[in-house]
């Protein structure tokens, strides 16, 4: 297994977290304790995609995307 497979295994299982877990802080709007425990594990999971990134960037093993202009 190359590190590069690891890392982007891992990051993407981060981001499918951080988009399960932001929508269970808006589903649970009537329950503060559950909504803080999702909360707490959101701003965790957003720390380590934050320093993913990082780590990403700095091999070279993100995939940037072109951006999209128009010509006038």
């Known amino acids: 297994m190359e590190d590069q497979f690891a890392y982007r295994l891992l990051l993407g299982s981060i981001i499918s977290a951080v988009d399960l877990h932001t929508r269970a802080v808006v589903e649970t709007v009537r329950n503060d304790p559950l909504r803080d425990v999702f909360y707490g594990f ?4 957003i720390t380590i995609m934050d320093r993913l990134f990082r780590y990403g960037k700095l091999k070279g093993w993100l995939h940037i995307i072109p951006s999209y202009r128009i010509k006038s």
């Open 42 to 45: 959101l701003t965790k999971e």
